[in-house]
Structure formats: C-alpha cells, structure tokens
C-alpha cells in the first residue's frame, strides 16, 4: 500500500507540504486512536469532538507532542448550521483537507416496536444526517489536483441487524448507501470513499452490551478486533490512491 508521501505535494522551492485529515468524532474511543495514528505518521490532525471536550483535549495534546499541527473543533454534526460554522473554521486553519475520518456514531438498544418517533429521529439524524452534511461541507475542501480520502465507521450491523438495534441497523445500512454512491459521484474526481466495519471496541457507545470472553463465539478468532489494527488499517485505505466505493469488514465474525 502507498506510504505517506502519496499525500505530499510540491510547493516550489518550500518543498512538500504536510497533508492533514479532519476526524469527525475524533474525541471517541475510535475516532481519538485514529488521530494519533495520523500524527504518528506526519500528518496534521483536526479533532472534532460534540460534547467530550476533556477527551479532545487531550487528544490534541498528544498530536502536538508527536511534533505535529493539531486543531480541535466543536459541533453537532446533526445540525447543518453547526457544521457549516464547523467546516468554515477548519478552512481558516487548513484552507485543503487531503482526508476526512467519520466516527460519530449514537445508539439505543430499543426494540422496533418500543423505539420512540423522536428517539429515532436522533439516531437518523446522528449517523446518517451527520454524515450526509459533513460529506457535503467538507468534499469541496478537497484540492482539485490531488483529490482526498473519506473512510466511514460503519457496522456490521448494516448487513445483519439485530435485536433490538433496527434504528442503528438501519442508520448504518444507509450510510453504506451513501458511501458507495458517493464513491461513483466523485471517481473522477480522484476522490476515494470508502466504509470499515470496525467491530467492537471498549468505549461508551458499546457501555455494556461490550461482549464478555465467554461471549465471542461468533468470532471465528474467539476475539475482538485490536484498535491498533484497526487504525493502521484505516490509515493504509487512506494512503492507497486505487480503492473506492468498498466496506471491509474489520471484524472477524462472517455475515
């Protein structure tokens, strides 16, 4: 897969450029490990984060202690006026993006029958809606010459369901539909979207429903997925120019 400088780009005598990535959700268990996978590697990070100020607070101060450029930005995603303001400031600090990281992400464990008209609204408007306007906002950012890079969190519920998660299930289906419709609109664009089913991971969106060891026996490894992996992965599928509109399943249990 292409190294990091696939992302450098001349600037006459100045000599390359640092490429940045913006994580939509940065403050989260995910979305902060990928951060630090992308400063490790040179890049400039921009951490945004709703509510979790703490959390990406402290991830910016880890960026900047690997030695690079890192800026944190607040906003509902869900909200279009918040986002507009949100991708309006990281053009003043980063007038070009080279990637976007989606990683917001909300759940109810409600059974279909059970879950309220507004608590589903929240969830279509979190996991879809969200990602919806921080595609539209944030694609114009990238630069027409060299393109850019979008990776989506998504699940495996997408493709499964499960009991009791028909809002997530189905908030997750169609961000997978808008991935890959994304990735036909903007190919020529040299654009790259793509989606990763990232598995289960200790953090507050999982709380308690994380499984237990004795629980894992749809993993065909008997495990969870390594974030560590996880990361490394993402950030290779950023760095490779020739792969668009897939979902890789992250996880190791078969659907």
């Not at 490790?40 to 880890?62: E, F, I, P, R, T």
């Not at 960026?63 to 053009?91: I, K």
């Not at 609109?185 to 999982?206: Q, Y």
């Amino acid at each position: 897969m292409a190294s990091k400088q696939a992302f450098h780009h001349g600037q006459g005598s100045k000599g390359p450029s640092i490429p940045t990535v913006l994580v939509l959700g940065g403050s989260g268990a995910i979305g902060s490990a990928v951060c630090l996978r992308f400063a490790q590697n040179g890049w400039n990070v921009g951490v945004h984060y709703h509510v979790n100020d703490d959390s990406a607070a402290d991830v910016l101060q880890k960026v900047e202690q690997l030695g690079r450029e890192g800026r944190s930005f607040q906003a509902d995603t869900s909200d279009s006026r918040q986002t507009h303001v949100l991708f309006e400031q990281v053009q003043t600090v980063w007038p070009e993006l080279d990637a976007l990281v989606w990683s917001v992400g909300t759940t109810v464990d409600r059974l279909t029958v059970r879950i309220t008209p507004s608590e589903w609204e929240r969830m279509l408007h979190t996991n879809l809606t969200g990602l919806f306007l921080c595609l539209q906002r944030g694609l114009p950012l990238f630069s027409k010459r060299r393109g850019g890079a979008v990776t989506v969190m998504g699940s495996l519920s997408s493709a499964t369901g499960g009991a009791g998660q028909a809002a997530y299930a189905a908030c997750k289906a169609g961000a997978l539909g808008l991935v890959k419709s994304a990735a036909q609109e903007l190919g020529e664009a040299n654009v790259r979207v793509n989606a990763i089913f990232p598995g289960w991971h200790p953090s507050r969106l999982a709380g308690d429903a994380f499984p237990d060891p004795d629980e894992l026996h749809a993993h065909v490894l008997g495990r969870t997925p390594s974030l560590d992996e996880i990361t490394e992965f993402i950030y290779r599928l950023t760095t490779t120019r020739d792969i668009s509109g897939q979902v890789y399943n992250m996880d190791n249990r078969i659907w």
